[in-house]
């Protein structure tokens, strides 16, 4: 669809609150993901995102007349400021978004290889992966797709001067980001990283403290630099050229040519039901919606123990569909552009009730037993997320990353901001996992110009055809699994949307053969129950699988919304 929204929103303002939602610190004996807040106001508007900084900005800007997408723009670059970890310039990502009256859609402005990438470039002369060289430095990092992507968005849905939107973020990193005990302690654990990639202190391997204030003024020129001049700024001026001088001087390999040919590309949603509620998710080159499609076709069949959440066979039914889902994910998907995916066929009943045949509530099926199903005719741990509803009703969920926590490490003090490490998200040698564990094939092999598969799992849905939820998480290959257990535990066992996001998570990705539990969220019985089943259980100590940020939509057309207390997570409505 070409059309824009109509006219900027004009509403009055209701009220605004703040919900903050954090969990007490982690340790190495951890107690249990504290109880859940429960947001209660009437919102009609709101942003949940991984900062308070970030979700006021997002609403600010629909405060002053600007839609759901005019804040995604602000809410996409403030988190470059706030939260560097994983917002960002240098990376890329994926938005799905619903207007209020039903049209939905998906933009794809994940990162893409270099023209000069080819297939064994981490490879070494046995034909074996090189330990850390698609992960770190230079040479990882892809073509960065983010500012391409909120140009496109604005250009086709944008109400708001894009120098109107920006300026708050240009504000917020001249000013500064309080540092709070989360971010301090991830800058603490990678300031050697910083210092021996980079060869040198940069702005973030300071010593910082709880409370400090971290200001950075070159992000707030290059930002300027991208407020005046457009999209052209970060591909083709300025921008591009320290970027590309940068990187070279580092032994990277993108080019002027790379920025100047990268586009983000509108693509169809990937959509299905579940029982009566309809799913749009994020397809290839996001494995994402097409997963998820897959794992909830294959539960839907089986009934739920309503009066009591993840009992022993519904966990049983869920990990099993999980396997076998992710072992066709490994296998088929790709970028869409340079590999043919079968999508029809991995969501048909049929094929997935046959890929649950030899399930078995006696015992687990290995997942050595478990290839890709047989077709005829033939994702980051530290990524972010956020939703964002305007007073019209159009929604917007969007998943940005780096990929690894700080990208590639490497950072780029004259412009101000991490580039990022996606090009792991390649299969370096298929059959060879990558930093989240996961394996993949030949369709996920490195080739110039080339989108890396994602396991970013941007979702709405709908109930009845009115907006129910806008969802999404970080957490590498947890993502979609994540994104999953939080529908379900809304839609299943009538759970408010934030203790949906609380409650602890479960997580299982075919290989390695184990099912990954947050500690102490479930009890040693059932945990027990499923070892004699022969299910291989890891519970190690400050797991976090994902942080979700999500919004529901009441009976009474009202949002109410579930920020993660696993970090910082807020949100902010009005």
């Not at 990187?247 to 949603?269: F, H, K, M």
């Not at 792991?424 to 059959?431: E, I, L, N, R, V």
Request: net charge neutral; proline share 4%; aromatic share 10%.
């Amino acid at each position: 669809m070409t059309t824009k929204i109509p006219i900027r929103l004009t509403f009055c303002l209701l009220f605004l609150s703040v919900f903050i939602y954090t969990s007490c610190k982690r340790t190495e004996k951890d107690k249990a993901i504290p109880t859940s807040k429960v947001t209660s106001s009437d919102f009609k508007a709101m942003v949940v995102s991984a900062r308070e900084e970030v979700s006021e900005i997002g609403v600010d800007i629909m405060k002053k007349g600007g839609n759901a997408f005019d804040a995604m723009i602000a809410t996409e670059m403030a988190l470059a400021v706030a939260y560097p970890f994983a917002g960002n310039l240098g990376g890329g990502g994926f938005m799905v978004y619903r207007l209020n009256d039903g049209t939905v859609g998906s933009l794809d402005y994940r990162e893409k290889a270099p023209l000069a990438a080819h297939k064994d470039m981490y490879l070494d002369s046995l034909g074996e992966p090189i330990a850390g060289k698609s992960r770190e430095g230079a040479l990882a990092v892809g073509v960065p797709g983010t500012v391409a992507g909120i140009f496109e968005v604005h250009k086709k849905f944008g109400t708001l001067p894009i120098a109107e939107i920006l300026e708050p973020v240009i504000q917020l990193a001249k000013k500064g980001v309080v540092i709070t005990t989360k971010q301090q302690a991830r800058l603490a654990r990678f300031q050697e990283d910083f210092i021996r990639i980079n060869k040198d202190t940069i702005l973030f391997a300071k010593q910082y403290q709880i409370g400090d204030t971290l200001k950075n003024s070159l992000l707030a020129k290059t930002l300027q630099r991208i407020a005046q001049h457009g999209k052209d700024e970060f591909y083709t001026g300025t921008t591009a050229k320290k970027l590309v001088s940068y990187l070279n001087q580092r032994g990277g390999i993108i080019t002027l040519q790379d920025l100047a040919e990268y586009e983000a590309v509108w693509r169809d949603p990937v959509q299905f039901s579940y029982k009566d509620l309809d799913i749009i998710s994020m397809g290839p080159p996001s494995s994402g919606g097409v997963t998820l499609g897959q794992i909830m076709k294959m539960i839907e069949p089986y009934p739920f123990n309503k009066s009591e959440a993840y009992d022993l066979k519904t966990l049983q039914v869920i990990i099993e569909a999980e396997r076998r889902a992710y072992a066709d994910r490994n296998h088929y998907l790709g970028d869409p552009d340079f590999v043919t995916i079968p999508i029809d066929t991995l969501l048909n009943g049929n094929y997935l009730k046959k890929r649950m045949k030899n399930f078995s509530f006696s015992a687990a099926t290995s997942s050595s037993e478990i290839s890709k199903g047989t077709i005829t005719g033939y994702e980051s741990d530290e990524t972010t997320h956020y939703s964002i509803v305007d007073a019209l009703g159009n929604a917007v969920s969007v998943t940005t990353t780096l990929n690894g926590a700080y990208g590639s490490k490497l950072y780029a003090s004259e412009l101000g901001f991490f580039l990022n490490n996606e090009m792991d998200d390649f299969s370096a040698k298929p059959g060879s996992p990558n930093m989240f564990g996961l394996t993949g094939s030949v369709a996920n092999e490195i080739a110039p110009g080339k989108r890396m598969l994602s396991s970013m799992t941007p979702t709405i849905v709908t109930k009845d055809d009115k907006l129910w939820m806008v969802v999404g998480t970080p957490g590498g290959s947890t993502i979609i699994t994540s994104v999953l257990q939080t529908i379900l535990n809304v839609y299943e066992y009538n759970m408010t949307m934030q203790e949906a996001v609380t409650r602890p998570r479960f997580h299982h990705q075919w290989l390695p053969d184990k099912v990954v539990f947050e500690p102490n969220g479930f009890s040693k019985k059932l945990l027990d129950s499923l070892a004699s089943k022969g299910y291989s259980i890891d519970q190690s100590d400050n797991r976090i699988i994902g942080k979700v940020d999500a919004i529901l939509v009441d009976k009474n057309g009202f949002l109410k919304g579930g920020a993660d207390p696993r970090g910082d997570d807020t949100v902010v409505g009005f």
